[in-house]
DNA sequence: TGCTAATGACTGACTAATCAGTCAGTGAGG
DNA sequence: CCTCACTGACTGATTAGTCAGTCATTAGCA
């Protein structure tokens, strides 16, 4: 997802020249998708302007209806777009068998602290967490092509473990409550942060602790 | 996208003629902060209609305006108003010290679970997480109002473990992780509910299991 | 008690501003 | 010199906020 293209300084076209009137195919959609993350993200659906994310991308906003016949179309594109690459990621994660269960769960929480926190991909669990209720086509994409994924995983690796280091009963009947902390970090940082920083490798890693161990001896 | 169906008036016109010009005091106010909620909930803040909220609490848009300077004041009162009434309910929780502390803790999400799930509260916190980012003003006020008391309730608990019933040291540097559960049900309610129904008492019950007694047994 | 004047809560049509979406025009590439 | 990707001024719809007017209620008076 991310290329060696600079950043494109928003308003204005460089100095020296006109901007070539036609760019490489796929670029442009790029550049638009991005501006649209960003401007989303920070207004959210309703109170971000397609002059915005027009200028953010360095085109015009008639620009925008040659790649997209609406907003609504915009907003569930880019979020499905950003989606895609951590889909192979998430099926990876859920077949390596061989990894015991716990290393397995510590992998998966791993990916997350390096992989969505502070990415774009935290952006987008953002916008879908306080867009995805309107937006019943793109909650059910996000459904099916991540969530369900996910937590099929994580059923997936409960199954395997049989020493009873983790409650894998309870987390294969639930196992959003390995998720919930991660969704928990991401609202905070988005809203709290300011007030109260969250040490996210911390909180995920006490998180781990209860998980796996339960209660009295620590194993780092 | 959006339903042109105008809003129902909440507030039914008394039999046999018009609504009386003027009602008891705090009567419209409370009118308009309810049709405010159930909008702003449906809508999100930037596509709410005023008009909407004045039809719902039976009153002209006008009205509105004598009882608040704009949208956005309107907004943040009604949010700090739905918060005020569970504080009292949060120091007590906090305050009952001669209580086990994996009982407070019980207590604590057992009050989550039938005084949060299903009511006006849930509307608010949905509001405040998708929100909040956009008005500091009214982050700061959950955050020390409600985030920061809460988190101070459940140290004080954990703090008062000793029979190591459970990881009270990990909770007790992320508080945070015993509110996890209850974030990831209101979102899950607000936007994947109709693909997979959660069971939010069941949730709340396997979080306990993994918290309270780490691995192994079970208790129902 | 019965009448009138004063009050101010309430109304809703209106204004001004915003912004999604359009389309006739432009000019670089072939 | 033709094509078409791209442009940006424009239009139509929407809506926050206003304010001159309305009328139920109440105060004052006989």
Redesign the pocket.
């Known amino acids: 997802m991310e290329s060696k293209l600079p950043e494109k300084p928003a308003t204005a076209p460089p100095a020296g020249g006109?901007?070539?009137?036609?760019?490489a195919p796929g670029e442009?959609q790029e550049a638009i998708l991005k501006a649209a993350l960003d401007v989303f993200s920070e207004h959210g659906f309703a109170?971000?302007?397609?002059?915005d994310v027009a200028s953010r991308a360095g085109?015009?906003?008639?620009?925008l209806?040659?790649y997209f016949p609406?907003?609504?179309t915009l907003f569930e594109h880019m979020l499905q777009g950003v989606a895609a690459p951590a889909l192979a990621q998430l099926a990876r994660l859920a077949s390596a068998d061989t990894v015991p269960p716990a290393a397995a769960i510590a992998a998966l929480l791993a990916f997350f602290e390096t992989e969505v926190i502070g990415t774009p991909r935290e952006k987008v669990i953002r916008l879908i967490v306080s867009e995805g209720a309107r937006f019943p086509r793109l909650a059910k994409f996000y459904y099916e092509e991540v969530i369900a994924k996910g937590l099929a995983a994580v059923r997936t690796i409960a199954a395997r473990e049989n020493h009873n280091n983790f409650n894998a009963e309870a987390i294969s009947r639930f196992p959003q409550l390995i998720f919930a902390p991660l969704l928990l970090s991401i609202v905070w940082r988005g809203t709290f942060q300011q007030f109260e920083p969250l040490d996210v490798s911390a909180l995920i890693a006490a998180h781990k602790e209860i998980l796996l161990h339960g209660h009295g001896e620590r194993n780092p």
Do not use: F, I, M
């Open positions: 006109k901007a070539p009137r036609r760019r442009r109170a971000a302007r397609l002059d085109v015009a906003k008639g620009t209806y040659l609406d907003k609504e």
